[in-house]
Nanobody, 113 residues
Framework: QVQLVESGGGSVQAGGSLRLSCAAS???????MGWYRQAPGKQRELVAT??????NYADSVKGRFTISRDNAKNTVYLQMNSLKPEDTAVYYC?????????WGQGTQVTVSS
């Protein structure tokens, strides 16, 4: 059974930091892992992705967020610094293999001003 389980969300004041984790199980040879987010009333949007050789960030988070990956643990992380109220959203983990894409259940991040 494929599972992607996010953790690390919570509430923080503007300027603060959070670190999200996503542990994948039952899934192997993940080509790309990423983080997406969805704010109330908005579409889900890409935050950051990572492959074996590169990372990609949304312009809105460049310089503040860092995505990393531990292949031995099949885990992807998102370090979020200098958080802003507009970063408030449910953050979802995504993993892509040759068989398709998989999503986690999401973790809430709330940033207060």
């Amino acid at each position: 059974q494929v599972q992607l389980v996010e953790s690390g969300g919570g509430s923080v004041q503007a300027g603060g930091s959070l670190r999200l984790s996503c542990a994948a199980s039952g899934i192997f040879n993940i080509n790309l892992m990423g983080w997406y987010r969805q704010a109330p009333g908005k579409q889900r949007e890409l935050v950051a992705t990572i492959t074996s050789g590169s990372t990609n960030y949304a312009d809105s988070v460049k310089g503040r967020f860092t995505i990393s990956r531990d292949n031995a643990k099949n885990t992807v992380y998102l370090q979020m610094n200098s958080l802003k109220p507009e970063d408030t959203a449910v953050y979802y983990c995504n993993g892509v293999t040759s068989r398709g894409g998989y999503w986690g259940q999401g973790t809430q991040v709330t940033v207060s001003s």
